[in-house]
């Protein structure tokens, strides 16, 4: 479909940007949204939102002049229609020929490529460490990050190599210097920024627990060992090593009021262990995690906010619009956090959604042991994440 062109329908069409779509949304707008992709990529990654209805009717139900009855029944009449695909060539030829029939429809610039380039900063309010913090966020996927700065400095802790101009034109427009670029681990979901930061001069950061896994550039990048500090103006960022996701996972504690888990415990659930070692390593893993979250990270103090690097359709943001929570507040309402860990091991490894999108390609490429160019690695990232154990928000067990 990426490839196919499409004619110019007769009837013009009016489009929306991914942002318009996204503002409309978070306003709590009723939105339907037409997606013509095929069925195995629709029912992987969509749009989805408690005040958006999700129809799927792939494009070449309406290359035929004459469209089947049971096509146009499945598409309301009564409001407006937002079609998307994947590029937005498909999208725009639907539009068109519904707008003939006299359906109120618009398109979705650049499709689910443009959904995926939005990315948005938002203040965590609950952080009171030094200086500011910013969580970004990126919907399509469900990607955080953290941007922390103070005095003329800055860190972003796991950046994403399809927004590295993004970082510097935020540290530029802040009148800061971005100093440090660091990651929690080898994802699995995305492809990391750190050295793309790193090779426009941003000191670029890796846990020394990764190193073994087979990463190629260790010696052009700082290792962060458990107990390590990174100095950002008068925010003090300490190195916390949590195993158990993967064998060199690392959280960061940002001068004491937030710890960024990466992927070891996100608000709604906790992580997966089977994607280094595969299933038969998963529950050796998740005892390492077990141990990892009650000796590491449950044991900050209540207040301290816990960010992790994704969230998914059944996190519920702070009030503040952040995805992070305090840790008194995950003890009450996760269950498996309070289990034993036979418990904890047994519950993990009952639910594991698919594996993410494309990991097999992603991690060698963020080891270094293979290379994609930025429209590659776009690609390889598109789609959801599942890094956690759990489709289902374990909150409120």
């Known amino acids: 479909m990426a490839d196919m062109d499409f004619p110019t329908p007769d009837e013009p069409v009016e489009s929306v940007t991914p942002d318009e779509l996204k503002a409309r949304i978070d306003a709590g707008d009723e939105v339907t949204i037409l997606d013509a992709r095929m069925e195995s990529d629709y029912d992987e990654w969509r749009i989805d939102g408690e005040n958006v209805e999700s129809i799927n009717v792939p494009y070449f139900e309406f290359l035929e002049d004459d469209i089947d009855a049971h096509v146009l029944q499945q598409i309301p009449e009564d409001r407006e229609i937002t079609v998307l695909c994947a590029k937005g060539g498909a999208s725009e030829y639907v539009a068109g020929t519904l707008a003939e029939r006299g359906y109120d429809v618009h398109h979705l610039e650049d499709g689910m490529n443009g959904w995926a380039r939005i990315y948005e900063a938002v203040e965590v309010a609950g952080y009171d460490g030094a200086g500011t913090l910013l969580q970004y966020q990126r ?219 494309n990991y097999e390609d992603i991690i060698p490429t963020n080891l270094g042991q293979q290379q994609a160019d930025d429209d590659e690695a776009f690609e390889l990232e598109l789609g959801p994440n599942n890094c956690a154990a759990s489709q289902d928000s374990l909150a409120d067990d």
Do not use: W
């Not at 700082?222 to 103006?233: H, R």
């Open 139 to 357: 919907p399509s996927s469900g990607c955080l990050g953290y941007f922390v700065y103070d005095d003329g400095e800055a860190a972003v802790i796991d950046p994403l190599r399809a927004f590295t101009d993004r970082y510097l034109n935020d540290a530029d427009e802040l009148g800061v210097e971005l100093k440090y670029a660091i990651d929690t681990h080898i994802h699995a979901d995305h492809i990391s920024g750190v050295r793309a930061l790193d090779a426009v001069g941003v000191e670029g950061v890796i846990p020394e627990a990764s190193v073994d896994r087979g990463v190629t550039y260790a010696d052009e990048m700082t290792l962060a060992a458990d107990g390590d500090e990174f100095q950002v103006g008068d925010v003090t960022i300490e190195t916390v090593y949590t195993p158990g996701h993967t064998s060199g996972m690392t959280s960061y504690l940002i001068d004491g009021s937030l710890l960024a888990t990466g992927d070891g415990l996100f608000i709604e659930s906790v992580a997966r262990p089977d994607l280094e070692e595969g299933d038969d390593g998963a529950p050796e893993a998740a005892s390492l995690l077990y141990e990892s979250l009650q000796e590491r990270v449950l044991t900050q103090s209540d207040d301290t906010l816990i960010g992790g690097a994704h969230f998914s359709d059944a996190a519920e943001p702070a009030e503040d619009g952040t995805y992070t929570a305090p840790v008194g507040q995950l003890k009450e309402e996760m269950a498996a956090l309070t289990m034993d860990e036979d418990e904890f091991v047994e519950l993990i490894l009952s639910d594991m959604p698919p594996r993410p999108a």
